[in-house]
């Protein structure tokens, strides 16, 4: 894959080949915007580029040594720095020896020459999660850049960065693509019809990657069912609490099955070591972890998603702007059962439970808590 084939970023992608193209390459990048947008995405094929033996049409070819090998992630000159530990955190690393993937080897590394391609690139993925002191680390290499080195720092969050990092990297704006040009991509592209594509359009918010994920993961069906169990208005436990949090659970393992794809993509499944690798291993667990928790919270957020449609329902009857995945049909039937107060309560209740899972609690715990809870409020 090349940059001419990202979809849905043309303006960022643009601006980074018109870089290359004039010899106006920038010494750092901030690639900011939602998640699931395709920045990770951009930011392996601008380092393709960059380090392309023989580029075509200002892109790169995707067929030489280099090419292959920053797809793999074994290109010696890439340096991608991620989140580790229960922390979720980049660290700065120990001052003598700093292990792979901490800022201070990374600092060692980028004060050496290139020694494969034309360009030593660091990748930084949620440099928000740099830690204080790893950040300030990093202010010194880009106060003095190497003159070899391209940084590209990625980011959801770029008011979390210190600003004097911000200040010295230029900025690439990433979106989220109109929810109709996503629909199109996803009924040529990934051969869905017309209801499917716009479910799945609206739930991903326009971020194919979002959408790709969740085709992959069968989540289209998942959320249906769910928001058909939701608006069933069942007060028995089995019904109420038991099977919605079956599906979830359930939802949960598929997902966890499908990380294989996950890691392939940001170039933690290397061919030629498998697993054996303890800071591959390492990187691997931590994203798996971070994934994990991410589901969960999207599982409670379509609950959120659920009982907002009630209310939206109920004060304007208008269908353009029903989110979840419900039925016009099923969210008027369960606005009319619920009253105001019963819904917003079960809003607070779910906003509640994510707060709860953001501070490490279980999520069966949580969930089995919270549906129990509603089930109770519908019986008063």
Not at 7 to 15: D, I, T, W
Request: net charge negative; glycine share 8%.
């Amino acid at each position: 894959m090349a940059l001419r084939e990202i979809k849905g970023q043309e303006m960022a992608v643009g601006l980074l080949k018109r870089s290359f193209a004039e010899g106006r390459l920038a010494h750092a990048y901030l690639f900011h915007g939602p998640e699931g947008v395709g920045k990770e995405l951009t930011a392996r094929n601008f380092a393709k580029l960059l380090n392309c033996g023989s580029p075509k049409g200002g892109d790169a070819c995707d067929v030489c040594e280099s090419c292959v090998r920053i797809q793999k992630g074994t290109h010696p000159d890439l340096l991608w720095l991620r989140p580790r530990g229960k922390a979720r955190i980049i660290p700065i690393g120990e001052p003598q020896k700093p292990e792979k993937g901490t800022v201070r080897d990374f600092r060692t590394s980028v004060g050496m020459k290139p020694y494969m391609g034309k360009w030593k690139v660091g990748i930084f993925s949620d440099a928000h999660t740099l830690q204080r002191d790893a950040a300030s680390a990093l202010l010194k290499t880009l106060e003095e850049p190497p003159a070899h080195t391209i940084i590209v720092l990625i980011t959801s969050r770029p008011e979390a960065l210190l600003s004097t990092i911000v200040s010295r990297c230029q900025a690439v704006r990433f979106e989220a693509m109109p929810e109709a040009s996503l629909e199109k991509i996803l009924s040529s592209d990934y051969s869905l019809d017309a209801r499917e594509a716009k479910l799945l359009s609206r739930l991903s918010g326009g971020r194919l990657g979002d959408a790709v994920r969740a085709l992959r993961q069968e989540r289209v069906r998942e959320t249906s069912d769910l928001a058909g169990m939701l608006a069933e208005g069942e007060r028995g436990y089995w019904r109420a609490v038991a099977r919605p949090l079956e599906l979830m659970e359930r939802s949960l393992a598929r997902a966890a099955d499908s990380l294989e794809w996950e890691f392939a993509e940001k170039g933690l499944h290397h061919e030629d070591d498998g697993y054996e690798n303890e800071e591959i291993q390492e990187q691997i667990e931590a994203f798996a972890v971070g994934e994990t928790r991410r589901r969960q919270e999207e599982l409670l957020g379509e609950l959120l998603t659920w009982y907002r449609d009630l209310l939206v329902w109920r004060h304007t009857g208008t269908e353009g702007l029903l989110l979840s995945a419900g039925e016009r049909d099923q969210v008027a039937r369960a606005a009319q059962e619920m009253s105001v107060a019963r819904t917003e309560q079960a809003i607070q209740r779910v906003e509640d439970a994510l707060r709860s899972l953001r501070l490490n609690a279980d999520f069966h715990t949580v969930v089995e808590n919270l549906l129990v809870q509603i089930m109770a409020s519908d019986k008063q």
